[in-house]
Protein backbone atom coordinates (compact mmCIF):
# COMPACT_ATOMS: atom_id res chain seq x y z
CA UNK A 1 0.00 0.00 0.00
CA UNK A 2 2.63 2.14 0.59
CA UNK A 3 4.71 1.88 -2.70
CA UNK A 4 1.44 2.38 -4.70
CA UNK A 5 1.05 5.68 -2.45
CA UNK A 6 4.56 6.66 -3.09
CA UNK A 7 4.21 5.57 -6.98
CA UNK A 8 0.85 7.65 -7.20
CA UNK A 9 2.83 10.87 -5.47
CA UNK A 10 5.98 10.41 -7.81
CA UNK A 11 3.54 10.42 -11.01
CA UNK A 12 1.35 12.99 -10.06
CA UNK A 13 4.76 15.31 -8.70
CA UNK A 14 6.23 14.30 -12.72
CA UNK A 15 2.91 15.56 -14.47
CA UNK A 16 2.63 18.73 -12.24
CA UNK A 17 6.53 19.43 -13.50
CA UNK A 18 6.49 18.22 -16.69
CA UNK A 19 8.11 20.61 -19.27
CA UNK A 20 8.39 23.13 -16.20
CA UNK A 21 12.07 24.50 -17.15
CA UNK A 22 13.61 27.08 -15.00
CA UNK A 23 15.51 29.30 -16.00
CA UNK A 24 17.86 31.57 -14.22
CA UNK A 25 19.86 33.55 -16.07
CA UNK A 26 23.26 35.65 -15.10
CA UNK A 27 21.90 38.63 -17.76
CA UNK A 28 18.97 40.40 -18.67
CA UNK A 29 19.68 42.48 -22.12
CA UNK A 30 16.59 44.70 -23.51
CA UNK A 31 19.16 46.63 -24.92
CA UNK A 32 22.78 47.27 -25.03
CA UNK A 33 23.70 46.52 -21.65
CA UNK A 34 23.20 43.80 -19.28
CA UNK A 35 21.48 43.96 -15.38
CA UNK A 36 23.84 41.31 -13.96
CA UNK A 37 21.29 38.82 -11.91
CA UNK A 38 24.44 38.18 -9.38
CA UNK A 39 24.24 35.09 -6.54
CA UNK A 40 27.78 35.16 -5.15
CA UNK A 41 29.77 38.05 -3.74
CA UNK A 42 32.94 36.40 -6.28
CA UNK A 43 30.53 38.03 -9.47
CA UNK A 44 30.98 41.57 -7.30
CA UNK A 45 34.44 41.35 -7.20
CA UNK A 46 35.01 40.42 -9.98
CA UNK A 47 32.72 43.13 -11.63
CA UNK A 48 34.78 45.56 -9.55
CA UNK A 49 38.30 44.87 -12.11
CA UNK A 50 36.14 46.63 -14.87
CA UNK A 51 34.69 49.90 -12.61
CA UNK A 52 32.04 50.54 -9.89
CA UNK A 53 29.05 48.28 -9.23
CA UNK A 54 25.32 49.61 -8.77
CA UNK A 55 24.46 46.84 -6.55
CA UNK A 56 20.32 46.48 -6.04
CA UNK A 57 19.29 44.28 -3.21
CA UNK A 58 15.24 43.55 -3.43
CA UNK A 59 12.82 40.53 -3.60
CA UNK A 60 10.93 39.26 -7.01
CA UNK A 61 7.69 39.50 -4.33
CA UNK A 62 8.47 43.00 -3.58
CA UNK A 63 6.69 46.22 -5.66
CA UNK A 64 8.87 48.67 -5.40
CA UNK A 65 11.95 46.48 -6.17
CA UNK A 66 9.71 45.12 -9.34
CA UNK A 67 9.21 48.60 -10.33
CA UNK A 68 13.22 49.78 -10.06
CA UNK A 69 13.57 46.34 -13.33
CA UNK A 70 12.98 49.18 -16.27
CA UNK A 71 15.66 52.08 -14.36
CA UNK A 72 18.17 49.18 -13.55
CA UNK A 73 17.93 48.18 -17.73
CA UNK A 74 18.57 52.07 -18.56
CA UNK A 75 21.16 52.37 -16.05
CA UNK A 76 22.46 48.93 -17.73
CA UNK A 77 22.21 50.84 -20.95
CA UNK A 78 24.13 54.23 -20.62
CA UNK A 79 26.82 52.78 -18.38
CA UNK A 80 27.52 49.85 -20.09
CA UNK A 81 31.39 49.58 -20.04
CA UNK A 82 31.44 52.00 -17.42
CA UNK A 83 29.85 50.41 -14.48
CA UNK A 84 28.37 47.10 -13.78
CA UNK A 85 24.65 47.01 -13.14
CA UNK A 86 24.17 44.00 -10.50
CA UNK A 87 20.59 42.62 -8.94
CA UNK A 88 19.85 40.85 -5.92
CA UNK A 89 17.51 38.33 -5.10
CA UNK A 90 17.56 37.58 -1.24
CA UNK A 91 15.24 34.73 -1.88
CA UNK A 92 17.29 33.05 -4.29
CA UNK A 93 20.97 34.48 -1.82
CA UNK A 94 19.50 35.12 1.57
CA UNK A 95 23.15 34.86 2.65
CA UNK A 96 23.42 39.06 0.92
CA UNK A 97 20.88 39.94 3.81
CA UNK A 98 23.31 39.14 6.36
CA UNK A 99 26.62 40.03 4.73
CA UNK A 100 25.41 43.03 3.96
CA UNK A 101 22.82 43.75 6.81
CA UNK A 102 20.04 44.65 5.11
CA UNK A 103 16.47 45.98 5.62
CA UNK A 104 14.06 47.41 4.53
CA UNK A 105 14.06 46.75 0.55
CA UNK A 106 15.06 47.84 -2.23
CA UNK A 107 18.59 48.49 -0.58
CA UNK A 108 21.03 49.95 -3.45
CA UNK A 109 24.76 50.56 -2.90
CA UNK A 110 27.42 51.96 -5.29
CA UNK A 111 30.93 50.06 -4.74
CA UNK A 112 33.87 51.31 -5.71
CA UNK A 113 36.44 49.04 -4.55
CA UNK A 114 37.43 46.83 -1.97
CA UNK A 115 40.68 47.42 0.75
CA UNK A 116 41.56 45.25 3.59
CA UNK A 117 39.02 43.26 2.33
CA UNK A 118 36.01 45.01 2.50
CA UNK A 119 34.04 46.82 0.25
CA UNK A 120 34.57 50.64 -0.34
CA UNK A 121 31.19 52.37 -1.20
CA UNK A 122 30.27 56.13 -3.13
CA UNK A 123 28.14 57.90 -0.72
CA UNK A 124 25.12 60.06 -2.34
CA UNK A 125 27.36 63.16 -1.40
CA UNK A 126 30.74 62.29 -3.08
CA UNK A 127 32.18 60.80 -0.22
CA UNK A 128 33.81 57.41 0.06
CA UNK A 129 32.76 54.92 2.77
CA UNK A 130 33.50 51.51 4.01
CA UNK A 131 30.27 51.54 6.05
CA UNK A 132 27.46 50.60 3.74
CA UNK A 133 24.81 51.94 6.17
CA UNK A 134 26.22 55.73 4.99
CA UNK A 135 26.16 55.06 1.63
CA UNK A 136 23.13 52.74 0.98
CA UNK A 137 20.13 54.08 -1.17
CA UNK A 138 16.67 53.15 0.12
CA UNK A 139 13.81 52.92 -1.28
CA UNK A 140 12.55 53.13 -4.93
CA UNK A 141 14.28 56.61 -6.17
CA UNK A 142 14.23 58.52 -9.39
CA UNK A 143 16.79 57.25 -11.85
CA UNK A 144 18.62 60.71 -11.89
CA UNK A 145 19.35 59.86 -8.38
CA UNK A 146 20.91 56.43 -9.54
CA UNK A 147 22.96 58.58 -12.21
CA UNK A 148 24.15 60.66 -9.34
CA UNK A 149 26.02 58.30 -7.58
CA UNK A 150 27.51 56.70 -10.02
CA UNK A 151 28.96 59.86 -12.14
CA UNK A 152 30.79 60.45 -8.85
CA UNK A 153 31.84 56.83 -8.38
CA UNK A 154 33.61 57.37 -12.21
CA UNK A 155 35.00 60.67 -11.53
CA UNK A 156 36.43 59.55 -8.43
CA UNK A 157 37.79 56.05 -10.23
CA UNK A 158 38.65 58.17 -13.27
CA UNK A 159 40.68 60.58 -10.82
CA UNK A 160 42.69 57.59 -9.63
CA UNK A 161 43.20 56.64 -12.63
CA UNK A 162 45.11 60.05 -13.50
Same mark, same amino acid.
Given at each position: ???? &???? !?? !???????????????????????? &? &???? #????????? =???????? !??? @????????? =??????????? #??????????? @?????????????? !?????????? @????????? =???? &??????????????????? #????????????????
Amino acid at each position: MKQL &VLLS !IL !IIGTLFTAGCTEQSPTQESHGNGS &V &VNTT #ELGQINTSL =EKGPVFLK !IGA @EWCGPCQKM =EPILQELANKY #EGKATIMSVDI @EQSPEFIEYFGVGP !IPDSSVVIGI @ENGEYVYMQ =EDGN &VSKNRFTARILGLRDKQEF #EKVLDLALQKENSKSQ
